[in-house]
Each structure stands twice: as C-alpha cells, then as structure tokens.
C-alpha cells in the first residue's frame, strides 16, 4: 500500500477539469452521517473539488466508524464481581477495579478463537458456587467486534442469553486464574495487564 502524504501531488482525472495535477489536502470529508474531520483528500489544483480518497484515508475512516460502542448491562450476583477484582489484582496487584472487563473481553476472544478451550463452558453455570441473588449491575461499553463475539461464543456454545455467557466467562476466569496455584496463562495476561497498569 502507497501512503502520501500532505502536500504530495498526483496526476488524476478531474470530472470538471479533465487530466489534471492534485494536491493531497486535509479535508472534512462527509460520508452518510459521519464527518471525517482533517483527513487526507487528492484536491483537484485548478476547481479545488476533492476527487479521491486515498487508501489511508479509507482505513482511517473505517476504523474510526468502528469506534462506535454497544452498551451491554447484566445484573449477577456480588460474588462474580469479586472474582474479577481478585483475578486482576492475582494479575497485577497495582490494577484498577477496570481491568476485570477487559479481562473479561480478552477470555471473550481467546474462547471465541479456541485459544483457551470453551467446551463445557456453559456447564459451570450449574455449580452450586454458581447460584445466588442477583444483587449487583455489571455495565460495560463493547466493540463492535467484542459484540459479534458475544454472538458467535453465544450461538456456539447455545446460550440463551449474554447475561449467561458473561457468568460463565467469569466462573471459568475464577477457575483458571483465582482458584489455580500457578495459572497457566498467568505469563500471557501479565503482559496484557501492562498496558493497563
Ligand atoms: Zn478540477
């Protein structure tokens, strides 16, 4: 992929003007309902009309719209919300309370993509450990990659709803990581609690 650069000239057809020199200018570019602001355009030198839009610029306005975030709110009982407190602070004791969602993001990926086995995962929701009232609120604002996970890890695994999917990622990091001696990924999810430390 060529990248350009402001100020970087290109030859181009220009609707108006015909072959035509192009300057590379940051430009409001409008697309549907999203304003993509200051971002690299190939301007036409002789009507100033933006006539294309570099490859750059494409990815730059996907990831950008990409950026939006889905709000998921399950309520669960108290105990679950202590497990990610105590499975971050096993992690990395200096963590904030926070990490437990990314935490629970991570297992999300890593169960969607079979890097951590997810067979049998709905069955810890049958534990005895498992059950107790509903008392607190777990909210979190997802990707929407995060969100078409939760989806495939749901349909897969044929959970009924995400409030169970999400316990059930909980009860499997208390497994793996809380009640373990030595977690086995413990290496791997210190290097991820680096960035958040
Ligand atoms: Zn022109």
Redesign the pocket.
């Known amino acids: 992929m060529k990248v350009v650069k402001e100020d970087g000239q290109q030859e181009v057809e ?1 609707p ?2 015909g072959l ?1 020199q192009a300057t590379y200018k940051l430009r409001d570019v409008r697309l549907g309902e999203q304003v993509n602001k200051k971002v690299l355009v190939a301007v ?1 030198n ?2 100033d ?1 933006a006539l294309s839009v570099p490859t750059q610029t494409t990815v730059k306005i996907k990831s950008d719209h990409d950026k939006t975030r889905y709000s998921i709110d399950i309520r669960l009982p108290a105990h679950y919300l202590d497990i990610l407190t105590l499975a971050s602070h096993r992690i990395n004791p200096a963590l904030a309370e926070s990490f437990g969602k990314t935490l629970i993001l991570y297992y999300l990926h890593a169960l969607n993509t079979e890097r951590y086995p997810s067979k049998n995962l709905a069955n810890l929701l049958h534990s005895d450990f498992a059950k107790a009232k509903s008392s607190k609120r777990l909210s979190m604002k997802i990707s929407r990659s995060s969100l078409d996970e939760m989806r495939s890890l749901m349909e897969n695994q044929g959970f009924k709803s995400n409030t169970d999917l999400l316990k059930s990622i909980i009860l499997k990091i208390h497994d793996d990581i809380v009640l373990k001696r030595i977690p086995k990924h413990l290496a791997e999810l210190q290097n991820l609690a680096a960035v958040f430390a």
């Open positions: 220009c108006s003007c035509s036409c002789s009507c009309k």
